[in-house]
């Protein structure tokens, strides 16, 4: 399975972004998918996910209400909406899949087993 994500840029604070990740190799529905994000000097974190085989949808706290994920199962892709975008949200933002059946949330980073490349958005204030 191949991830490739895509979309990532540098915008002002406030203004709103929309990710994309295609899937190859598989199918999404057939995983558990998620994005995570890396800021500078810090670890990756969960970002959003959705439960496998559903349409549930599950955000970290700092981006519930700003951030909607859907997918495009004919398309094989995925994509998290981003809106009211602030400093903090700057990261290398990365897609993941992960087989289902393993964990209880997915939303730890050793839970998932293939990853895209990430792509890297900046928010300036």
């Known amino acids: 399975v191949q991830l490739q994500a895509s979309g990532g840029g540098s915008v002002q604070a406030g203004d709103s972004l929309r990710l994309s990740c295609a899937v190859s190799?598989?199918?999404?529905?057939?995983?558990?998918m998620g994005w995570f994000r890396q800021a500078p000097g810090k670890e990756r974190v969960f970002v959003a996910n959705?439960?496998?085989?559903?349409?549930?949808?599950y955000y970290r706290d700092s981006v519930k209400g700003r951030f909607t994920i859907s997918r495009d199962n004919a398309r094989s892709e995925i994509y998290p909406q981003m809106n009211s975008l602030k400093p903090e949200d700057t990261a290398i933002y990365y897609c993941?899949?992960?087989?289902?059946?393993?964990?209880?949330?997915?939303?730890?980073?050793?839970?998932?087993?293939?990853w895209g490349q990430g792509t890297l958005v900046t928010v300036s204030s």
């Open positions: 993941a899949a992960a087989k289902p059946f393993r964990a209880s949330w997915y939303q730890k980073e050793y839970e998932y087993d293939y």
């Open positions: 190799g598989g199918t999404i529905s057939s995983y558990v």
């Open positions: 959705f439960g496998w085989n559903s349409d549930n949808t």
